[in-house]
T-cell receptor, first 111, second 114 residues
C-alpha cells in the first residue's frame, strides 16, 4: 500500500519481542492505524488498531508516535506461530473502507 | 469467540461452470466483504455489501460476479461462467461498523478452475 511503508522482511528469535515498524507520514486526522497478519494459507487476521493512543490487547501492543507519522507493532514474546506477513494500514472512520493489502513485512521467527 | 465461516474449503469446477461460494458472517455484523488472493499475490478487494446492496466493487468484480444475502445469515459470491484466471483463494469478511471496527476474515475457499 503506497500510503504506508514497511520493511519487506524481518527475523526475530523465538521468545524475544518482535518490533515491526510502519511509516504513515501522510496519515489524516480521521484515519486509524490498523495491523493485520496473514499466516501461510490462512485468511487475514486482525491484530490491533489505534488512533492516537498506544493500545494493547492479548495479541500485541501498538505504539503510535505523538505526531502519528509512524507506529510500531510489538509482539512481546514471539513464537513460531507468529511467523506471517504483517500488514499496516490506514483506515478512515468515514465512508466505505475496503482494506488494501500492500506487500507487508514478512516476519520469520527463528527457533 | 465468534468466527466467519466459509464453505466449501476447496471447490474444483470446470471452466464455464457456475460456482457459488458461501460465507456465514459473524451474527451481529452489518458490513460484508469478499476478497480474493491469486497464488503468490496480494489479497485484493472484490466487493463490499451493506443494507442489502453493494456499497463498492473493484474492477475485478465484473458482470460475471454477483453477491447475495439470501436469508439474513448467509452471504454468497456467485461466479456465473468461471474462467481459468478465477482460480484463487476467496476470503469473506465482516465487520460491525466501518473504520473504527475491524474486519474479521474467514479461512477462505480455494477455487480451482480446470
Amino acid at each position: 500500500d503506497a500510503k504506508t511503508t514497511q520493511p519487506p522482511s524481518m527475523d526475530c528469535a523465538e521468545g524475544r519481542a518482535a518490533n515491526l515498524p510502519c511509516n504513515h507520514s501522510t496519515i489524516s486526522g480521521n484515519e486509524y492505524v490498523y495491523w493485520y497478519r496473514q499466516i501461510h494459507s490462512q485468511g487475514p487476521q486482525y491484530i490491533i488498531h489505534g488512533l492516537k493512543n498506544n493500545e494493547t490487547n492479548e495479541m500485541a501492543s501498538l505504539i503510535i508516535t505523538e505526531d502519528r507519522k509512524s507506529s510500531t507493532l510489538i509482539l512481546p514474546h514471539a513464537t513460531l506461530r507468529d511467523t506471517a506477513v504483517y500488514y499496516c494500514m490506514r483506515i478512515s472512520n468515514f465512508g466505505n473502507e475496503k482494506l488494501t493489502f500492500g506487500t507487508g513485512t514478512r516476519l520469520t521467527i527463528i527457533p | 469467540e465468534p468466527e466467519v465461516t466459509q464453505t466449501p474449503s476447496h471447490q474444483v469446477t470446470q471452466m464455464g461452470q457456475e460456482v457459488i461460494l458461501r460465507c456465514v458472517p459473524i451474527s451481529n455484523h452489518l458490513y460484508f466483504y469478499w476478497y480474493r488472493q491469486i497464488l503468490g499475490q496480494k489479497v485484493e478487494f472484490l466487493v463490499s455489501f451493506y443494507n442489502n446492496e453493494i456499497s463498492e466493487k473493484s474492477e475485478i468484480f465484473d458482470d460475471q460476479f454477483s453477491v447475495e444475502r439470501p436469508d439474513g445469515s448467509n452471504f454468497t459470491l456467485k461466479i456465473r461462467s468461471t474462467k481459468l484466471e478465477d482460480s484463487a483463494m476467496y476470503f469473506c469478511a465482516s465487520s460491525y461498523r466501518q473504520g473504527s471496527q475491524p474486519q474479521h476474515f474467514g479461512d477462505g475457499t480455494r477455487l480451482s478452475i480446470l
